[in-house]
């Protein structure tokens, strides 16, 4: 079955450190990965969308990359700040079938 | 421009009755997703629905629950009889039509306790 996983539960840093995250996929082709970040208590919002035929994405101090052959997305949140702290969630948009997949998230803490 | 509204924010129902969660997706658009979101889990896909249409319902449990998008009004996810096992997170996204599923815009969510 399609299964998007995000392979760490849990990631704490330091304060103006690199974050990353990983976005793994198998069974699945997508067309399109999106990342959201979701706080406590609320609703996730929308931060990239990253294209099958796109490598690289950039937004102020986020990045995020789509390796097809890897069937893989990193999300990287640079000079990282503790109002960074948050759950990030990876989703998988098929154009065929329309729903998003998501994982079940990386909650990054980020100490100051 | 009001985001995706949702209410009740937070609803107790005991267990055997009927739950009604209302979502009011941005103005302009005409896509609406509902997710399920257990306590320590992601986000499950449940239904996607335009204006009176149900595009997608393949997340939906085969009973009990049902979802509806009217011409007029919010849309309505029902769950009859309520099980504690119903006790979650329910999110409601929306999106333009011209963006489809690629940037849904999600409400804060209506925290269902089922006792």
């Known amino acids: 079955s399609q299964k998007i996983e995000q392979n760490s539960e849990a990631l704490n840093i330091q304060e103006g450190k690199t974050a990353t995250l990983t976005c793994n996929y198998t069974n699945y082709s997508p067309a399109y990965l999106q990342w959201y970040r979701q706080d406590p208590g609320r609703g996730p919002v929308f931060l990239l969308l990253?294209?099958?035929?796109?490598k690289e994405k950039r937004k102020e101090r986020l990045k995020v990359t789509f390796d097809t052959t890897l069937k893989q997305s990193l999300f990287h949140i640079t000079a990282s700040q503790p109002a960074d702290s948050a759950t990030y969630l990876c989703?998988?948009?098929?154009?065929?079938?329309?729903?998003?997949?998501f994982g079940d998230g990386t909650t990054l803490t980020v100490k100051p | 421009n009001a985001g995706v509204m949702q209410n009740p924010r937070h609803l107790v129902r005991r267990r055997g009755q009927e739950a009604r969660l209302r979502c009011s997706p941005m103005?302009?658009?005409?896509?609406v997703y509902w997710y399920r979101q257990l306590p320590e889990e992601g986000l499950k896909f449940m239904v996607y629905l335009q204006k009176e249409n149900i595009i997608d319902e393949s997340g939906m449990p085969k009973e009990r629950f049902s979802a509806e998008f009217p011409k007029e009004g919010p849309s309505i996810l029902r769950i009859q009889q309520v099980v504690r096992g119903d006790s979650a997170a329910y999110f409601c996204a929306s999106s333009p039509p011209t963006s489809g599923y690629y940037e849904q815009y999600f409400g804060p969510g209506t925290r269902l306790t089922v006792t």
């Open positions: 990253i294209r099958e035929n796109e």
């Open positions: 989703a998988a948009v098929n154009t065929n079938a329309g729903k998003s997949t």
């Open positions: 103005k302009g658009h005409s896509h």
